[in-house]
């Protein structure tokens, strides 16, 4: 193993992180001005969306020739931990 293409490859990806972690917040600010618009819990879950999403991060990741299993999972995740904190921060 060579570790230092290893620890180059790992500062790449520290990197990336870095970037998706800056995307997380703005998508929360997003999400948090949803809530307000929000007038019913109800209203929280979508799953017509949500399918619809899934479908569409199925094809891109398959034109793109990216593992659908794993967008597919992330996906699937942040999903649901965006539908927990939407349930957990509403307030109406």
Sequence with gaps: MDRKRLKIA???IDSIDNK???LIKKRTKIIDHMILIKEYK???VDHKRMNLILK???KKSKDSKIDSKIT???WK???LSYVDYQRRNFKK
């Design 42 to 44: 109800s209203q929280i």
């Design 77 to 79: 995740s942040m999903i």
């Design 20 to 22: 998706i972690f800056s």
């Design 10 to 12: 790992r500062k790449k």
């Design 72 to 74: 597919l999972k992330i």
């Design 56 to 58: 569409k991060i199925k």
